[in-house]
């Protein structure tokens, strides 16, 4: 038997915060993660089975019941996750009534989950029902997507097609394109209802003026597609800085073309074919 700490889950949570923090997507305490694990990959680790508290979720996810979460904690800092694994990440398990959760590692400094855990949670939910393999929900700010929220129509339609353009490769990551909410307060059931609702169409929501909710089955994957959001957004940036003037561009019609060749179908209605 050996300790959770130890566990490649852990690993994979401390190289992917060290990783995003190094791309100055969290400052201080910016940005969270929740990680699913099954019960058979959690339950032989020896020090995962006593409850050392318990907390009312405030919503009913009775959806997701008896699942694990490894999870970043509220106020910890991603820059310090990777030396202190302990302290900064927990291992929490969804009660019987989905009600509350007991943590059962981790957050050995008296810590708790993020505050975004509602629409982590939510959107696990979610995501769950479009594919049942889902397992990632992560939460940073990416400084060029953040900046477009600024400059740009807060439209779906809009904000996919140009990251779409901007880097051969992304309609083929992301073709259902990338889903916004209206800026909300972060923290609060509210703003998990409204990510959630997106979940169901996108893998990735835009939190206006704050940051991005990307989902996936893997943490390789789920950052894999912050870093394609955040590369295009960035060209996006670069073609502004460089007089903004598009002489030529990637077509609608050749979007559908590499879509159609790597067997990805583009959001409905977002091509003008
Ligand atoms: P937490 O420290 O509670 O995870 O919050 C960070 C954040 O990015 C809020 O949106
Ligand atoms: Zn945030």
Same mark, same amino acid.
């Given at each position: 038997?050996?300790?959770?700490?130890?566990?490649?889950?852990?690993?994979?949570?401390?190289?992917?915060?060290?990783?995003?923090?190094?791309?100055?997507?969290?400052?201080?305490?910016?940005?969270?993660?929740?990680?699913?694990?099954?019960?058979?990959?959690?339950?032989?680790?020896?020090?995962?089975?006593?409850?050392?508290?318990?907390?009312?979720l405030g919503f009913d996810a009775s959806a997701i019941a008896g699942y694990y979460y490894l999870v970043t904690g509220t106020g910890r800092y991603f820059r310090n996750v990777y030396s202190r694994p302990t302290l900064d990440l927990g291992l929490v398990k969804i009660s019987a009534d989905g009600q509350s959760y007991d943590i059962v590692w981790g957050f050995e400094d008296g810590g708790k989950p993020t505050s975004e855990f509602p629409s982590h949670?939510?959107?696990?939910?979610?995501?769950?029902?479009?594919?049942?393999?889902?397992?990632?929900?992560?939460?940073?700010?990416?400084?060029?997507?953040?900046?477009?929220?600024?400059?740009?129509?807060?439209?779906?339609?809009?904000?996919?097609?140009?990251?779409?353009?901007?880097?051969?490769?992304?309609?083929?990551?992301?073709?259902?394109?990338?889903? &916004?909410?209206?800026?909300?307060?972060?923290?609060?059931?509210? +703003?998990?209802?409204?990510?959630?609702?997106?979940? *169901? /169409? !996108?893998?990735?929501?835009?939190?206006?003026?704050?940051?991005?909710?990307?989902?996936?089955?893997?943490?390789?994957?789920?950052?894999?597609?912050?870093?394609?959001?955040?590369?295009?957004?960035?060209?996006?940036?670069? &073609?502004?800085?460089?007089?903004?003037?598009?002489?030529?561009? +990637?077509?609608?019609?050749?979007?559908?073309?590499? *879509? /159609? !060749?790597?067997?990805?179908?583009?959001?409905?209605?977002?091509?003008?074919?």
């Amino acid at each position: 038997m050996t300790k959770f700490v130890d566990s490649p889950y852990v690993l994979n949570m401390r190289e992917v915060t060290r990783e995003s923090y190094n791309r100055y997507w969290d400052e201080r305490n910016g940005g969270n993660v929740s990680y699913r694990l099954l019960a058979e990959e959690v339950e032989s680790y020896e020090d995962v089975h006593e409850v050392k508290a318990s907390f009312e979720l405030g919503f009913d996810a009775s959806a997701i019941a008896g699942y694990y979460y490894l999870v970043t904690g509220t106020g910890r800092y991603f820059r310090n996750v990777y030396s202190r694994p302990t302290l900064d990440l927990g291992l929490v398990k969804i009660s019987a009534d989905g009600q509350s959760y007991d943590i059962v590692w981790g957050f050995e400094d008296g810590g708790k989950p993020t505050s975004e855990f509602p629409s982590h949670l939510m959107s696990h939910i979610e995501r769950l029902k479009v594919n049942p393999e889902q397992r990632v929900v992560f939460h940073c700010h990416p400084t060029n997507l953040i900046a477009m929220s600024f400059t740009q129509p807060l439209d779906e339609r809009h904000l996919s097609r140009i990251l779409w353009k901007m880097q051969a490769e992304s309609i083929v990551v992301f073709p259902q394109g990338i889903g &916004v909410i209206p800026y909300m307060t972060p923290g609060t059931n509210d +703003i998990g209802v409204k990510t959630s609702e997106k979940m *169901a /169409e !996108f893998q990735a929501v835009l939190w206006p003026h704050h940051g991005l909710f990307a989902s996936g089955v893997t943490l390789d994957e789920t950052y894999g597609l912050v870093e394609v959001i955040e590369k295009a957004a960035m060209i996006f940036s670069q &073609v502004g800085a460089q007089g903004g003037k598009i002489l030529q561009e +990637i077509t609608d019609q050749e979007l559908q073309e590499i *879509a /159609e !060749f790597f067997g990805m179908t583009p959001h409905a209605g977002f091509l003008d074919l």
